[in-house]
C-alpha cells in the first residue's frame, strides 16, 4: 500500500548541474542546481529554475544567458561546495581551482574541466512561486572527446554524472545500462 507522503519536491532523480553566468561587473559564477531539465525539442531548450535570493538569478535576468555545466562524479567534492556558498562574497572559480572559459555564443563562462556544456540564451522567464524558470534555447553543447560514445554523442557512461535524491539529501551516479531505449518495450 502507498503511504501519502504530501505535496513535495521528491521527483527523482533530478540532475546536478552547475549553471555559469557573468555578473554585472563581469565576473564569472558558478552555482550548483538540481531544479532543472530538458523542456522542448524544437527549438531545444532547458530550463533551470532558481530563487530570487541567489546572486545567480540577477545575473541571469541581466545577462540573459547562462550555461549548464554537466561535472562527472569524480567532481563531487567541487559541486557541493559550489552549491554551499555565494557568489557575492567568494570567487568559486578561484576556491574550487575551476577554469571559467568566455562562450563565444552566449553571453556566460562554462567550466573547462566538466565533460559536458551545455550555451544557452534565455527564451522565457516564468515567475512560479518561491522559484524562477528561465529557459534557455540551447545555442551550443560542447563535450569532451572522451565523453563522446561510438556514435559522436555525448554518452552517459562516459561522462558519469551525478543525480541528486533529495529526498535523501544525497548524491549519487549513474549505474548500468538496462536496455535500449523505444525498443526494449516493444510486444512482438
Known amino acids: 500500500m502507498k503511504k501519502s507522503l504530501g505535496a513535495k519536491t521528491l ?6 548541474w552547475v549553471v555559469g553566468s557573468y555578473d554585472a561587473q563581469g565576473k564569472p559564477n558558478i552555482m550548483t542546481i538540481a531544479w532543472g531539465g530538458i523542456c522542448c525539442s524544437q527549438p531545444p531548450c532547458v530550463t ?17 544567458a547562462y550555461t549548464v555545466n554537466i561535472p562527472s562524479a569524480a567532481m563531487v567534492k567541487e559541486v557541493d561546495y559550489i552549491g554551499t556558498v555565494s557568489g557575492r ?3 568559486k572559480f578561484a576556491v574550487t581551482k575551476l577554469t571559467p572559459v568566455r562562450s563565444e555564443l552566449v553571453d556566460a563562462p562554462y567550466i573547462k574541466e566538466f565533460p559536458v556544456v551545455i550555451e544557452c540564451r534565455v527564451l522565457h522567464t516564468l515567475e512560479i ?4 524558470q528561465f529557459i534557455g534555447e540551447i545555442a551550443d553543447i ?26 535523501q539529501g544525497a548524491y ?17
Open 129 to 132: 512561486g518561491l522559484h524562477t
Open 142 to 167: 560542447k563535450a569532451e572527446e572522451s565523453a563522446l560514445g561510438e556514435k559522436g554523442l555525448v554518452d552517459i557512461l562516459m561522462v558519469r554524472p551525478l543525480i541528486f535524491d533529495a529526498g
Open 172 to 188: 549519487y551516479g549513474v549505474g548500468e545500462r538496462i536496455g535500449k531505449a523505444f525498443s526494449i518495450g516493444k510486444r512482438e
Open 11 to 16: 521527483a527523482q532523480p533530478a540532475p546536478v
Open 48 to 64: 533551470v529554475s532558481l530563487r530570487k535570493a541567489t546572486y545567480t538569478y540577477g545575473s541571469i535576468k541581466e545577462r540573459r
Open 89 to 91: 562574497n567568494i570567487d
